[in-house]
């Protein structure tokens, strides 16, 4: 575990609001099989109440009693993580940020309204996508679709302001950005009038497009400094490794496998991996590339106004040639304030 950070051990009986102060996680032994478990249960209520940092029980829950479900899941209901015995450093660094991903979730549903349900289920959908695929687990696309219908509720009522609000409270910016592509690129099939099955195509997409991330080392995904050309070269494979992943997982359909190899195509050939031009690159994809592009564009301002849109919308002017101007001067349609 020390290739965690440093760790550091503490006798039962230490106050938690002391133990926790620096530390960034507390990993308690729950021993579920000792004659009085409720003395690592008590210990977990006591973190949970007088601490606000994240909790792992470690414990065994391979027996499938139903007295072991249940303590699991008073676990649970205190907030904190439940992962068994044996582990990987890893699997603590995952029980933290599922746990993050779980507290987001919470938060947009108490948000409420159709954006708090359709945040919750896009982020929902997205996590299951992206854990399976890094877990080397199928990805079935009868996960991807089952709740569009939301999503396209949520944009159609809420507005794509109240979306990329919420959505930008999260924490991490692989989720961050897939999930406001999503919203951006739902929006803008609404502002075009789209047929719902294009809207469903286009929240499917938007989930999806960088699902090849998934695949990519977390130290390079998530370095928030500058990338080496070594780094670069391997975050460019995202499209082709996303794509190769669903072609092998097996019916995605073909507009869903093409925006996710082809979201970084420009019409003027310049883009990648395949430097497709012009009528190659298929509308639906332009959609996405055009979201994609906004959403990458409008994250580098530290001010999320209406500023920031309009400055982001005047770089994308400057891409015509890249981008199509038609549908980028409809995208400026988007209610980008709401009503
Ligand atoms: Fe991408």
Redesign the pocket.
Known sequence: MGEIGPIRRWLPGSAPETVTRTAACAVIDVDLDSPDPGRGMELVRSFAEKSSIPIICVLDYSAEELERKLRVAKIRALGAAAISRPFEPSDLIDAVRNKDDQAFERKAVEHGGAVGLGVAAAHGMLTNIFRASRGGRPVPFDQVKVKDVVIIDALRTSGIKAWLDLVRQHHNATYRHSLLVTGVAVAFAQALDMRIEDQQRLARAGLL??I??ALLPLDILENPDVLTEQELEQVKK??VLGYELLVREGGFPEEILACVRH??EFLDGSGYPDGLSGLQIPDLVRIVTIA?VFCVLSEQHAEKSRMAVERTLGVMESMIGKLDGDLLRAFRTIAWDPA
Do not use: T
Request: aromatic residues 0%; proline residues 11%; glycine residues 12%.
């Open positions: 497009h960088n090849g991330n995202h499209p979201h970084h994609d």
